[in-house]
């Protein structure tokens, strides 16, 4: 009898074998030459996150291909970590301060990161511990961090080597500006959302004369900034004002009427104002006409002092006064109601403001042929592929990367600037002033200061497969790499999402290709985006987010993973639905009361020459699916290898074997069955066990059977063998005939347990399932047929089954005389359509062959029911 308890309880299970496994150091690897390496790094959560339904989706996935690698025999090393998050951790900290009184612009530099990295050590690991809920196998004695100091050290010396080679530079550009975290951030990193917006129409008198010519503007705060107004030099309505001169509406500057072809003469009057400083195609106009840049919006979204007006009141404040004091003017012509997409930052979601700034840049394009290249050729393979031609089109059209970030949490940029702003790029101070001292300046370190600004994060993580084995690695030749970089790199997989397919594992591989002379990853797993069942992304604002520990606490980890995995197809949305929880709950207790069922028989010592149909069966249906998950996890479909998993142990197992070789109840199994069934569970549990990591544990520990390891997790993936098609054909038409009796009981009402004749002669060998098929189906064999015979087909197969005594005769043959008309009826329709040379001729083949089977279909109906009636 089995010592297992009479439900699955998950939780006590849970922790006490991820405790086990933790202690007994199985998710650890190091360097094995006679092991081939299967790596992952893990995408790094933000240091201030906390686990949501994209983590674990994302984790699952990664944990179910790294225990299946390790079980599979591979040195499988799954790197954990974080990501410092430069904007995300800096206002964290920046609240955290405010909240004790204390202002940023009040503490030093260093004062300010003791409180981050402080906030770091008390709130940072949390996601990391969330995971082991998850069953997450990471050897986390590898936990990285993106600004550990070794792989801070790793950043400046990539920024140093790119600006040697030129491809690194510092300069003023048009960037996108986030107000709120007041820093630049890259176009990347900037959402464009459609909304409603208004189009307003303003007058601007001519400097001569009483005319005037009219422009429209979505932002008539930036009116006051304008340095020209320019039309199309071809547009006949504005061709005699080209040279002359109008007025900024309210503070009257004069400013020049130009002409250029980049003017739209359809859009709004064809006439557009120009403002080099807050707008990025008239910044180019700007440098193309030599206009000046007046900057009107201060860093932090309220107008400067260059405004003129309106000095430190918020930009869309300012917005509503302007739009006011022009109508007063008279200057308002109209306004119209558009929808248009304005850029929000993908951090804060604040209002982007395009700005003039000296920021630092990444030259891309040097780097993207070669990292386009090793995705074209295969060297790196994207699943799903139709993500190719979205890569393709990022690479072939990339721009410089502005990484310059206006914060103190992150990697500070090492150049160091003398007091006449000259700079030299170095790694200490020392090293800058023997640079400044090569440009013919001697300096005292008093003398110059580091450049206050940080790198962008995806500066530092973009080096991630490498750095987490080695960071002193930049810039050396292979020979010089540590054991575990030579060993792990480059790695297996990469799991992520597709919103981050260049911001980081583009870049990733244009890191790879560049500073390790290799590719960082062969396969990239894209997983869908988490959405609720009404096809809304899941989020905090719309209350449609889960907590995952609070599935965990009610479904148990395995019901959880089971749920997310059933439904998230790579590259597909997951439309998340709680009952899919529920679904791999109950998933786990049909597993865990199959396995009471049969270690709760009786057993009777049998030895027998004959293998029962039903183990000969199960275990050829065992090898054909191994052989399609095989093939599943080839092609990184998880779906589609877990629906397989799922249905050989519910329907194939549970359903089908376990009900042919069950005893009669008070009766003993035969000894060598229960052996065979032992072994299957054994088998079944191995290949469950990267999807349900717990429960199969909790069961495989008490299988009484020669273990091959302490633990299930460092077990062996079962071996593939050949399997007998005949005996899977034989399978299948007993369960498809079995189906068919029963069928026919409840139609007929019959009781399960009384008895039937039935003829077998029209029906292929059963073979050694005729005596199963007897037993389970309740009928006895009768050589020749009788009246009140009913036939029932399956496929070429024809069962008779005789009903004398137990139907009314004349009820069965209105029933079918009926269905008989019926079938008639509609075979005439279809024989008429076919009769019919223009459709034959006319219509696509397949849809005259549908006809042609529609025709077959019911001719063999209408013979069944013919024969049925003169067996009646």
């Known amino acids: 009898m089995s010592d297992l308890s009479k439900t699955y309880s998950p939780e006590g299970i849970e922790s006490k074998w991820y405790h086990q496994w933790m202690e007994a150091g199985c998710f650890r690897s190091k360097p094995n030459p006679n092991k081939k390496p299967f790596t992952i790094v893990i995408p790094p959560p933000n240091v201030t996150g906390v686990l949501h339904m994209g983590h674990m989706l994302n984790n699952t996935i990664q944990d179910v291909l790294i225990r299946r690698a390790r079980m599979k025999g591979m040195e499988a090393c799954w790197v954990p970590g974080t990501d410092h998050a430069s904007i995300a951790t800096e206002a964290k900290v920046v609240k955290m301060l405010a909240d004790q009184g204390i202002a940023k612009a009040d503490l030093t530099r260093e004062e300010f990161l003791s409180h981050a990295f402080a906030w770091k050590d008390k709130y940072g690991g949390i996601i990391l511990e969330q995971l082991k809920k998850l069953g997450a196998s990471c050897d986390w004695d590898r936990t990285r961090f993106t600004m550990d100091p070794d792989m801070s050290e790793a950043v400046i010396d990539v920024f140093i080597a790119l600006y040697k080679k030129g491809w690194i530079y510092r300069g003023i550009r048009m960037i996108n500006w986030d107000p709120k975290a007041q820093t630049a951030l890259s176009d990347e990193e900037v959402n464009y959302k459609e909304g409603p917006s208004r189009l307003f129409y303003v007058a601007y008198q001519l400097a001569e004369g009483d005319g005037s010519i009219t422009i429209a503007t979505t932002r008539p705060e930036t009116i006051l900034g304008d340095t020209a107004i320019c039309v199309h030099p071809e547009d006949l309505r504005y061709q005699h004002l080209i040279g002359k001169k109008a007025k900024v509406p309210l503070i009257n500057r004069e400013i020049p009427i130009i002409a250029d072809e980049y003017v739209d003469r359809e859009f709004g009057t064809g006439a557009l104002k120009i403002t080099p400083a807050h707008d990025l195609n008239d910044y180019q106009l700007g440098l193309k006409h030599n206009l000046p840049a007046i900057d009107t919006i201060a860093p932090d979204g309220t107008m400067s002092e260059a405004a003129g007006m309106f000095v430190g009141e918020d930009r869309f404040v300012v917005r509503k006064k302007m739009v006011k004091a022009i109508d007063e003017a008279g200057q308002l012509v109209k306004t119209e109601d558009i929808i248009n997409k304005v850029g929000h930052s993908e951090r804060t979601d604040a209002v982007i403001e395009p700005r003039l700034s000296v920021q630092w840049f990444v030259k891309m394009a040097e780097m993207a042929e070669p990292a386009l290249e090793v995705v074209r050729s295969g060297q790196v393979k994207l699943h799903p592929a139709k993500f190719f031609n979205t890569y393709k089109h990022w690479m072939e059209n990339v721009k410089d990367w502005c990484i310059s970030r206006q914060l103190m949490w992150g990697q500070r940029i090492p150049a160091w600037y003398d007091e006449q702003g000259d700079f030299v790029v170095a790694k200490t101070a020392t090293d800058a002033l023997i640079a400044f001292a090569e440009k013919g300046k001697s300096l005292q370190e008093s003398q110059i200061r580091q450049d206050e600004d940080v790198v962008d994060t995806w500066f530092s993580s973009w080096l991630w497969p490498i750095t987490v084995f080695d960071p002193t690695s930049i810039n050396k030749p292979q020979s010089e790499w540590n054991e575990d970089l030579r060993y792990y790199y480059p790695t297996q997989d990469l799991v992520t999402a597709p919103e981050i397919l260049f911001f980081w594992v583009a870049r990733m591989i244009m890191a790879g290709t560049q500073f390790a002379g290799n590719i960082p990853f062969h396969n990239v ?32 980890a395995d019901g959880v993973r089971m749920g997310m995995l059933l439904s998230s197809p790579a590259g597909n949305d997951l439309l998340f639905d709680e009952s899919l929880c529920l679904q791999g709950r109950n998933f786990a207790n049909k597993i865990w009361n199959a396995y009471r069922l049969v270690t709760g028989w009786k057993v009777e010592v049998t030895r027998h020459d004959a293998t029962h149909p039903a183990v000969s069966w199960f275990d050829a249906r065992f090898n054909q699916v191994l052989v399609e998950l095989e093939d599943c996890f080839e092609k990184y479909r998880l779906s589609e290898a877990i629906t397989l998993v799922y249905k050989l142990v519910w329907d194939d197992f549970c359903s089908w074997y376990l009900e042919m070789i069950k005893p009669e109840y008070g009766q003993a199994i035969g ?71 029963r069928n026919l009981r409840n139609q007929k009402q019959l009781s399960p347990r009384e008895v039937l004749a039935v003829n077998l002669s029209e029906v292929e060998s ?71 040379s223009r459709f034959v001729e006319h219509a696509k083949p397949e849809i005259v062959q549908n006809e042609r089977n529609k025709e077959k279909d019911a001719l063999d109906k209408l013979s069944l029911i013919n024969e049925s009636l003169s067996k009646l």
Not at 535 to 553: E, Q, T
Not at 775 to 785: F, H, L
Not at 796 to 805: A, M, Q, R, S, Y
Request: glycine share 6%.
């Open 525 to 556: 797993y894209l997983t869908g985006i988490v959405r609720d069942k009404q096809g809304r992304k899941m989020s905090k604002s719309l209350g449609n987010s889960p907590d995952p520990l609070d599935l965990i606490a009610q479904y148990g």
């Open 671 to 741: 000894s060598e069955v229960l052996e065979d069934t032992i072994r299957f569970f054994d088998k079944i549990l191995r290949l469950l066990h990267p999807f349900m990591p717990f429960i199969t544990e909790e069961l495989w520990q008490t299988l009484p059977l020669q273990r091959d390891s302490n633990f299930l997790c460092l077990a062996s993936w079962p071996t593939q063998h050949s399997f007998d098609q005949d005996m899977l054909n034989q399978g299948q038409r007993f369960q498809e005939l079995l189906g068919a009796v």
């Open 766 to 836: 059963l073979g050694a399932f005729e005596p199963v098929f007897l037993r389970m189906a309740c009928v006895k064999v009768m050589d020749e047929n009788s009246a009140n015979m009913l036939a029932i087909v399956i496929g070429k197969d024809k069962l008779f089954v005789n009903l004398e005594g137990k139907i009314d005769a004349e009820e069965e043959k209105k029933k079918l005389l009926e269905e008989k008309s019926y079938l008639e009826g509609f075979l005439k329709s279809v024989q008429a359509k076919l009769a019919n």
